[in-house]
């Protein structure tokens, strides 16, 4: 990927500051579109190596003039707004997750530059309640978030399939890693062993997916170098599932503390599945020679070392 001109959206957030990191380490040209009133504390170290631009992705011209400044090669579409807003707050996620990538992609397609486009997709657009989720599974999303999301890839696949652009759709299950959100459940474990305060849960019993974000990384790279057919929807997760609690005690486990655990202190919520469940990755496997490479164990132990490393940033 060496000489490729890279764009990604969203690098203020999680997934996309961790593809800023990784990008950057290997000298590729990253440019990086955040909103104007984003804290860029995630990509504060890259501002010598990146190339940083501001633009509401609600702002059609701003989005048009980045895409034409940076004529990019590859594009990371990872920005996404919804996980901590309300479920009142449905119209925000519009804005940003489905008119946003309209915008992106209309900038796009008039520059023509990509030769590919990866948008980060997102396990919440299915039934949360599917035993066995595939690509094919119905689209039934239980909140908002899921639903604008769901929204995005029909638009996303209305622009590959009819203005033939080279897009595809990857659909990670729960990522968790370096930089997440401290109120997401791996960060709040880590931190509440690492400075050994007591941990507020919901119920133990809920089941996810957890799938370590150097590993989604991973599977966008090799989707940015297979001959994938436009408009293209591939799921990547562990492929195994861990309830709540499960998660909790391998963190214990690894770091070798034990504090007082709080079940059912946070209310659960309504769209949170205790059903036992397959996210199935298997045309992952086939069609991007991808596998998880890290155990639940190992990808925990890589975090909570980086956790240790860069606790400053959380306080």
């Known amino acids: 990927m060496n000489n490729d001109r890279i764009l990604i959206t ?159 759709i990857i659909r990670p299950s729960l990522l968790y890693g370096p930089y997440e959100e401290q109120r997401r459940l791996v960060p709040a474990a880590i931190l509440a062993h690492i400075c050994n305060q007591p941990l507020k849960l919901s119920s133990p019993k809920l089941r996810k997916d957890f799938l370590f974000v150097e590993d989604a990384l991973d599977a966008f790279a090799a989707a940015t170098a297979r001959d994938i057919v436009p408009g293209e929807i591939i799921n990547i997760g562990a492929g195994k599932e861990y309830s709540i609690k499960d998660v909790v005690l391998t963190v214990q486990k690894c770091i070798g503390v034990t504090v007082p655990l709080q079940w059912d202190y946070l209310q659960q919520r309504p769209w949170d599945s205790k059903k036992r469940h397959i996210y199935d990755v298997s045309k992952a496997k086939k069609m991007l020679g991808w596998s998880a490479a890290h155990s639940l164990d190992g990808g925990l132990i890589k975090t909570i070392t980086w956790f240790r490393d860069n606790i400053n940033l959380y306080e």
């Open 10 to 168: 969203g690098a203020s957030g999680f997934v996309g500051a961790n593809l800023a990191h990784r990008l950057a380490a290997k000298k590729d040209e990253v440019h990086v579109l955040v909103r104007p009133q984003s804290d860029l504390w995630r990509i504060r170290d890259l501002k010598k190596h990146i190339s940083i631009h501001k633009a509401d992705l609600a702002d059609a011209r701003a989005v048009l003039r980045v895409v034409q400044k940076t004529k990019p090669h590859v594009v990371y579409h990872a920005a996404a707004r919804g996980l901590f807003l309300k479920q009142e707050e449905a119209d925000q996620m519009v804005v940003s997750n489905v008119l946003g990538t309209v915008n992106l992609l209309e900038a796009l397609r008039q520059v023509g530059t990509a030769r590919r486009i990866i948008n980060v997709g997102s396990i919440e657009e299915y039934d949360p309640d599917e035993s066995r989720v595939q690509e094919h599974s119905l689209l039934r999303p239980a909140n908002a978030y899921g639903a604008s999301k769901a929204s995005q890839s029909f638009f996303v696949q209305y622009y590959a399939r009819f203005h033939k652009m080279p897009i595809v």
